[in-house]
């Protein structure tokens, strides 16, 4: 749990000595103990029953492996007081002594929080215990209860014995038994991972460092390591190289081929036991077959296991002689079997030593779109599960289907008033969350493949709905012509996501009495299935009884209802809704505050429930045409509005929240500037004056100005009135639907606020004093402020069509272009309002949205490298994905095209794909179950192979069904019997595709098949290969696919292995931790490092609370947290942190993710900075490998990874290897970066220090030059870089001129010269470390203790001074540090 004993550093607050102790106590299964425990620990003072396990066992040598998770004492130890929030404060643990039968006595750390359940499963997990299951804990002959906390037990104290004493088995069991012997049988095993079961997934990083990174790292590294090191890299991993291989994506490990220890264990035909041998105690029958093929047939009795007589077709349920009757499975096995008993010992050895991140399940299933052929074997558990069919019917709750609605619901009903509340409260809703996610994707696809029985058999097959394990199905089309109006099947398929999107945002606002359905929108085979949770009572009534708010009929009828106007009201402001009045079929007013669609139903549970909220954001104009209204001329210049597949198009959430906060400036600025004329016409003397303090001050107040602005866009006035101060309150939802990456609005002490430039400010003086009185103003809610005043921020208001006049506030009406609604005479006006609005965030996206995210590629702030990551960047600016045609085209008519290579080129590959998949998705629905492997091949060759005449083929004859002539009505859903597939051609699907580019995208893509798209726009045929099967759920075969041939297709029907569900879900968030997490950021961008890292350990425990040990935020943290790590100098501890972060990347964002790749990096960076040269090298060249087959060579970020490579192999003394790197990453970077870029002088730097290294000057020369050249344009003479490079072109012509020298000695004076001899530079390992810190953008500042604290005292000095002279308004606002540590911001970069 503390991950170093040797070093444990200041930077790692309040460790446990009691902890260090243990570590350095137990043997290698205690450590297993510790990591597995850290898993159960976070349940602290949360007293929740987690019977929630690792699944593997701990680990050997990992005394650090989830300690992290259990870091919850460090801030309470820490230093960190300014955080006013109750920490869970922990007793102090203790050690107990435990005795296990036929096992030595060992020591256990414990703490009195965790429960006797936790130290059970720390024995099943361990080496030497692991084979028991069936077991009590007694202390001095008690039996300690299960769920009992330690600290409530008497006389259990430090040094108390705890036996281990065998129980009598029941049937569950026996059967818990069998399946944890199983469990450990295939603890190596990775073919659930590869077919996607469990939430295993896989990781390959082990192979890459040989094992753990830890201290073994350090016995590694000899003084003679540098000669033995093989540093070429496969060919194909070379600049230039065109080769893109598969079969690397999954480098083999040898661990995997697993050692045989039975041949066949399974239950036998003779179950379950007659009545006369249940009376003799038989529990159930088993058969097993060993290594050395002996059958022998086992008894599970209530004192355990021995052999019986029976064989295959006789039953005779004696003992045999002997009998070798034996508590646990395995000590049977292994007095039966030698090669069992050796076998499954070194297993166990293996297993042991696994990194727990290896083995601990996901939150949700990650799949593989490759897979090698997995040998099918016999598995009795896995047969049993399957026929069973245990719906969900998890061991705990024995006999019984969860109650789905029931859990989600209550999970959100529990307290959350201080911190150890809402950490239990959001653990659950996460855990409910990723149950109900697994449980629905089971359903859907047992839905889609005809395995579920309809509720409503009789109906066609598309209007079927179904109900499996308490969750409600329904299929995708539309069923009643429920949607016909708004565009039939298309709408159909685009409302489940739109509804998943709505009850995302009502989720994440959370308000008290509200609540809404667990929801999961699978796609599978072609077809789109909903999963809904269950509104008790709604299946026994009508749904016109039931609906008390909203209307089932698009608003021809219309009802409301006052407590969901109440609890609705609560939402309105953070999610823009306004409350507005329509029309019902009597022309009444009704009142809403939502779409009418979202309807309101009282569940028999006494809840409110809303359902239907596809619609709860406004309509997007630009792909809505509405007869007589213009859009605005930004937007008719780019062809909008345009006609969409279906009306539902609406705009994203974070689109809403970027244009109020953009509206919000306006207003400032608008109300500024009306003042400041008031004031300018007020008196002349104060104008003078005003003006002497401008240009006295220019700089003071462009920084002012930078200032407010900045505190404007993060953190609006907190003096306000009502109104006002929400508008502020919301800003924060901002960054977090922004992900975890903008601290603070004020990044690098520049306004950061999008599209805001400092021109404005700057031309105008006075700004920022006239600022502060507007908010002055703003802030008192219009009651005491004078008529002229108010007139200010009455026109301000109404320039930015808030919808007070007294503040600002702009809310959206959703239902404004809906059909069928229809709105009261009275409310004329605020419709034209709310019209306007929706105009003009309309074209904010077009005019303001898109130019930025092109903007922010242009500078490479966004880097996407694939479609997933694309889609995010877009996402986060609040642009959908139907604009990407739009996006594309901007891009092509921007000047720096050029640079935009990359961006257009990946967003090319997106379209594409997409659109291959709205074929695909039509063309599967088609096809009959026996056929699916031969279509989904003959798809993939048409869409990818050169071979032009690709034919389906069909299934052999006799497995084609008879049964055609009678064509039944009602089949099942996804049993289409159609050839039509057989009959598609590539050049057909090559049309289809650019037809689909043209009517959904805009975008017109002139080619007529896959060779023509590759030559034209630079792709790879792989790339698409991994898009398509990544959108569609595919997984292939890991070999090499010749995808050139003209002779004969790519794809045979064997390479097709599975096919898997494309599921979207909502993901519950750890407030409390990411609120740590901003901190952290923000404290470390002023450069207070210790708090930060102090503030980010806690962010980990909470995060670690509340998901467990595996989560993409958790990686971010560590990610965080390895790279403070490094720049405080804790090289070790940094390795640690960040191979946790990489394990975690592969496993739960997939291998060959981009931010796996990056993760790659950072952890290669350490590792050479802790002296592992070699495994560094090979981290680079996996990054590479994946770069390369994600997105090619041609990208910024492989101008990185080329230049780390370089310097890495600089630092071996390859230099001719080294040179094709950083050539390379020269190219790149002055494609991308332009010929004059700073990055551009810092290659030729790296290639001048290469060829010196190699003693040739000229070449050295000339690159150096290049880049003194652009550093002296750039920064000028007196610059630093400039000075550097200066004096190193002056070493570099000394040493040429010496080696001249001595070349013309030798030439003279033959072999008698006395020759001076030559210092020829080897590149010193920490001048490479620096250059490899310096192109990573880490840039350490040499401060010793003391100048840190000097520091610091100097920027409170300089923030009391500041604080002074600020007036009171400023002190009112709680600011972050103003100009204090600016210094160290710049330098500290934090990705």
């Not at 332009?1234 to 690159?1263: N, T």
Request: hydrophobic share 35%.
């Amino acid at each position: 749990m503390v991950s170093k004993t040797d070093d444990t550093q200041a930077s790692e607050p309040g460790c446990r000595p009691a902890d260090v102790a243990v570590s350095e106590a137990g043997h290698g299964a205690q450590d297993a103990h510790e990591s597995s425990r850290a898993h159960l620990k976070d349940s602290h003072g949360c007293g929740e029953q987690n019977t929630v396990m690792l699944n593997g066992g701990g680990a050997n040598d990992h005394m650090d492996e989830l300690e992290s998770k259990d870091r919850q004492s460090d801030i309470n130890g820490g230093d960190d007081s300014n955080e006013q929030e109750v920490i869970v404060i922990q007793d102090t643990g203790f050690t107990v002594k435990i005795q296990a039968p036929g096992a030595e006595p060992f020591d256990l750390q414990v703490s009195p929080q965790e429960m006797v359940q936790e130290i059970h499963q720390v024995l099943i997990d361990r080496e030497d215990t692991c084979h028991r299951t069936c077991f009590s804990l007694q202390l001095d002959g008690n039996v300690l209860a299960n769920f009992s906390e330690l600290k409530s037990i008497e006389g259990l104290q430090e040094g108390s014995l705890l036996k281990v004493v065998e129980e009598p088995y029941t049937v569950r069991e026996a059967r818990i038994h069998v399946r944890h012997i199983r469990d450990l049988l295939k603890s190596l095993d990775p073919s659930d991972a590869y077919n996607g079961v469990d939430c295993n997934s896989l990781s390959f990083l082990s192979i890459f460092t040989d094992g753990d990174l830890g201290d073994s790292g350090k016995r590694k590294k000899k003084g003679s390591e540098l000669e033995q090191i093989d540093c070429t890299p496969p060919e194909h991993i070379l600049p230039g190289s065109k080769e893109r291989p598969l079969i690397p994506l999954q480098p083999q490990n040898k661990d995997w081929k697993p050692m045989q220890c039975l041949k066949v264990l399974t239950m036998s035909g003779w179950n379950p036991p007659p009545g006369n041998r249940k009376m003799h105690g038989d529990l159930m029958y088993l058969y097993i077959v060993t290594v050395e093929e002996r059958h022998v047939s086992v008894t599970a009795s209530t004192r355990g296991f021995y052999l019986n007589q029976s064989t295959t077709y006789t039953f005779s349920p004696k003992p045999a002689n002997p009998s070798f009757l034996s508590h646990s499975l395995v000590e049977l096995l292994s007095q039966i079997s030698p090669a069992f008993k050796k076998n499954f010992t070194a297993l166990q050895k293996k297993r042991v030593q696994r990194h727990p991140f290896e083995r601990i399940a996901t939150p949700f299933q990650v799949y593989s779109w490759t897979s090698p052929q997995v040998d099918h074997s016999m598995d009795c558990v896995r047969a049993e599960d399957a026929y069973t069919s245990r719906l969900g019917y998890e061991e705990h709750i024995p006999g019984q289907t969860r109650d789905w609605n029931e859990e989600l619901q209550t999970t959100r009903e529990l307290p959350r008033k201080n911190l150890p509340d809402r950490l239990l409260r959001e653990r659950a809703i996460f855990k409910v969350h990723s149950d109900f996610a697994a449980a629905a994707t089971r359903g859907a696809m047992a839905v889609i493949d005809g395995n579920v029985m309809a509720i409503n058999p009789g109906d066609e097959t598309h209007m079927q709905m179904f109900i499996w394990n308490n969750i409600f199905f329904s299929p995708g089309f539309d069923v009643r012509d429920h949607y016909r109006e708004l565009g039939g099947d298309a709408a159909a398929h685009a409302a489940p996501t739109n509804d998943l999107n709505g009850v995302r945002a009502y989720g994440a606002v959370d308000v008290e009495g509200l609540y809404t359905l667990g929801t999961v929108v699978v796609d599978y085979r072609g077809y789109r299935v909903t999963a809904q949770s269950i509104i008790p009572g709604i299946l026994e009534r009508e749904q016109e009884q039931s609906v008390i708010y909203g209307s089932i009929d698009f608003g021809k009828t219309v009802v409301s209802h006052s407590k969901y106007l109440e609890l609705l009201a609560k939402t309105s402001r953070p999610l823009k809704v306004q409350r507005y009045n329509v029309l019902n079929e009597k022309n009444e007013a009704v009142e809403l505050c939502s779409s009418v669609e979202c309807k309101g139903i009282i569940g028999n549970d006494g809840r409110h429930y809303i359902l239907d909220l596809l619609r709860t954001f406004p309509p997007d104009l630009n792909f809505l045409p509405v007869e007589g209204e213009e859009l605005a001329p930004e937007c008719q210049r780019q062809g909008f509005p345009r006609q969409h597949r279906h009306r539902l198009a609406c705009l994203r959430q974070e689109l809403i929240e970027a244009f109020v906060e953009h509206r919000y400036l306006l207003f400032m600025k608008m109300a500024a500037l009306q003042l400041m004329q008031q004031k300018a016409n007020k008196d002349a003397s104060r104008k003078e004056k005003l003006a002497a303090i401008t240009q006295t001050s220019e700089t003071e107040a462009s920084a002012d100005a930078t200032q407010t602005a900045a505190s404007d866009s993060g953190t609006p006035v907190s003096t306000d009135g009502p109104l006002q101060m929400d508008s502020g309150a919301e800003k924060p939802s901002k960054a977090a639907t922004n992900g975890p990456m903008e601290p603070t609005a004020t990044q690098n002490g520049e306004c950061k606020s999008p599209l805001e430039g400092k021109e404005l400010e700057e031309s105008i003086p006075g700004l920022a004093q006239a600022k502060e009185l507007a908010e002055t103003l703003v802030a008192e809610d219009g009651s005491g402020i004078d008529q002229k005043n108010r007139e200010v921020v009455l026109n301000a208001c109404k320039a930015v069509g808030s919808i007070s006049n007294t503040s600002f506030d702009i809310r959206f009406n959703p239902d404004i272009f809906s059909p069928g609604v229809r709105f009261p005479d009275d409310s004329a006006d605020d419709i034209q309002k709310q019209k306007q609005l929706l105009k003009d965030s309309a074209a904010f996206l077009v005019s303001c949205q898109i130019p930025s995210l092109v903007k922010d590629c242009l500078d490479q702030s966004a880097l996407p490298m694939d479609g997933a990551t694309l889609t995010e960047a877009l996402h986060q600016r609040g642009i959908n994905v139907r604009y990407l045609g739009t996006v594309l085209e901007f891009v092509d008519k921007t000047p720096a095209k050029a640079q935009l290579e990359h961006f257009y080129r990946i967003g090319i590959i997106e379209l594409i794909t997409r659109c291959a998949k709205h074929i695909f998705k039509t063309y599967l629905q088609g096809v009959e179950l026996s056929a699916l492997s031969a279509a989904v091949s003959h798809f993939l060759n048409c869409f990818l192979s050169s071979f032009s005449d690709a034919v389906g083929h069909l299934p052999a004859d006799e497995l084609v069904s008879r049964r055609k002539s009678r064509k039944r009505r009602n089949k099942v859903l996804g049993s289409g019997d159609n050839t039509a597939w057989a009959s598609l051609t590539p050049s057909e699907l090559w049309k289809n595709i650019a037809s689909e580019a043209r009517s959904y995208y805009h975008f017109i893509i002139q080619c007529e098949n896959v060779d023509q798209v590759v030559e034209k726009y630079g792709i790879q045929k792989i790339t698409l290969l991994r898009e398509i099967s990544v959108k569609t759920g595919i997984q292939i075969v890991i070999k090499e696919y010749n995808f050139d041939s003209r002779h004969k297709p790519t794809f045979t029907e064997e390479d097709i292995l599975n096919i898997f569900p494309v599921v979207k879900h909502i993901n519950p968030k750890a407030s409390d931790a990411f609120h740590f997490f901003q901190s952290g950021q923000a404290k470390v961008q002023q450069g207070f490092l210790k708090e930060g890292c102090e503030l980010i350990n806690e962010a980990l425990n909470l995060f670690n609370n509340v998901y467990g040990a595996m989560h993409v935020e958790i990686c971010a943290c560590l990610r965080l947290l390895a790279r403070l790590n490094y720049i405080m100098g804790d090289h070790a501890e940094a390795l640690s942190n960040q191979q946790k972060a990489v394990l975690m990347s592969e496993r739960v964002l997939g291998i060959e993710h981009p931010n796996t790749i990056q993760e790659y990096m950072h952890l290669a960076l350490y590792c050479f900075a802790n002296g592992q040269l070699s495994t560094a090298l090979k981290l680079l060249y996996r990054a590479r490998y994946l770069l390369l087959l994600v997105c090619g060579e041609d990208h910024p970020e492989m101008a990185l990874l080329d230049s780390n490579i370089g310097l890495v192999l600089h630092s071996v003394m390859e230099y001719d290897l080294s040179l094709r790197f950083v050539e390379n990453a020269l190219t790149i970077n002055s494609k991308y970066h332009g010929p004059r870029s700073l990055k551009v002088a810092l290659s030729h730097h790296l290639i001048a220090r290469v060829y010196e290294s190699k003693a040739e000057f000229r070449s050295a020369l000339q690159h150096e030059k290049e880049g003194y050249t652009i550093y002296k344009n750039q920064m000028g003479e007196a610059h630093e870089k400039t000075k550097e490079s200066s004096e190193y072109l002056k070493s570099l012509t000394q040493q040429a001129v010496a080696l001249q020298r001595t070349m013309n000695e030798i030439y003279k004076n033959g072999s008698s010269a006395s020759i001076m001899p030559l210092k020829f530079t080897a590149p010193s390992m920490a001048n490479i470390l620096e250059q490899l810190n310096i192109i990573n953008g880490i840039i350490f500042i040499p401060l010793s203790q003391k100048d840190l604290e000097n520091l610091k005292a100097e920027v409170q000095r300089r923030q009391q001074l500041q604080e002074s002279e600020k007036n009171e308004l400023l002190e009112k606002r709680e600011q972050p540090l103003e100009d204090g540590p600016l210094e160290l911001v710049d330098k500290i970069p934090v990705d």
